[in-house]
């Protein structure tokens, strides 16, 4: 068990619709991390928040956005949704470099 | 641009059939390398950091390397419950406490009894 849990486990949209998914992080666990995974692929980073503020993000559009909250919770939220954002969304957390992830969220996107 | 890639895309064993599982990696400045294993429909489990050329680590089976270049994931006497999908990635220095996580797209092992 790494203590870090997503909401929901599955989720279908249509779209254009806009969707948010959570996440908990292990208590201690200042960094938080949101990755994307599509069928058959590696992880890719989506961005990264420190103690409630974004300080790093990956090549994704402005419509993926994030809050990170004081009781290690978190959400990923992604508006106008195509096609192409479904994937398994992962979220990750630590104290150092190494980062443990939560199960995951499946998004279809029809 | 930092880049993984990991070799072969899909490996089938016999029980017991020892084999190794590459990730070659380009990075600018290496914090560190990191081995997951992945079940189906699954988030990663962590298994191994490296940091340094030379350094290895080992955890029942399993045995990870490091180079300069690359890394190997040495699997030794595989039963059944080792399949899974391997996923290697890197993490420069980027900044921020972390840094994001490079992925390849990882090994797929199949283990038959």
């Known amino acids: 068990e790494t203590g870090v849990t997503q909401s929901p486990t599955h989720l279908i949209k249509t779209r254009g619709q806009q969707v948010t998914l959570r996440c908990s992080s292990q208590?201690?666990?200042?960094?938080v991390s949101w990755y994307q995974q599509a069928l058959g692929q590696g992880p890719q980073f989506i961005f990264q928040?420190?103690?409630?503020?974004?300080?790093g993000r990956g090549n994704f559009p402005p419509r993926f956005s994030g809050l990170q909250f004081p009781n290690y919770s978190s959400e990923l939220n992604v508006n106008a949704l195509e096609l192409d954002d479904s994937a398994l969304y992962l979220c990750?957390?630590?104290?150092?470099?190494?980062?443990?992830f939560g199960p995951g969220t499946r998004l279809t996107v029809l | 641009e930092d880049q993984v890639t990991q070799s072969p895309e899909a490996l089938r064993l016999q029980e017991g059939e020892s084999s190794s599982l590459n990730c070659s990696y380009t990075?600018?400045?290496?914090?560190?390398l990191f081995w997951y294993r992945q079940d189906p429909g699954k988030g990663p489990e962590f298994l191994f950091t490296?940091?340094?050329a030379g350094e290895e680590k080992e955890k029942e089976r399993l045995k990870a390397t490091l180079t300069k270049k690359e890394s190997f994931l040495h699997i030794t006497a595989p039963k059944p419950e080792d399949s899974a999908t391997y996923l290697c990635?890197?993490?420069?220095?980027?900044?921020?406490?972390?840094?994001?996580?490079?992925f390849g797209k990882g090994t797929k092992l199949s283990v038959k009894p």
């Open positions: 990635a890197v993490q420069g220095y980027y900044g921020g406490s972390q840094g994001n996580l490079i």
């Open positions: 928040y420190y103690r409630e503020e974004e300080n």
């Open positions: 490296l940091y340094s």
């Open positions: 990750a957390s630590g104290e150092t470099d190494t980062q443990y």
């Open positions: 208590s201690g666990h200042n960094t």
């Open positions: 990075v600018s400045g290496l914090r560190g």
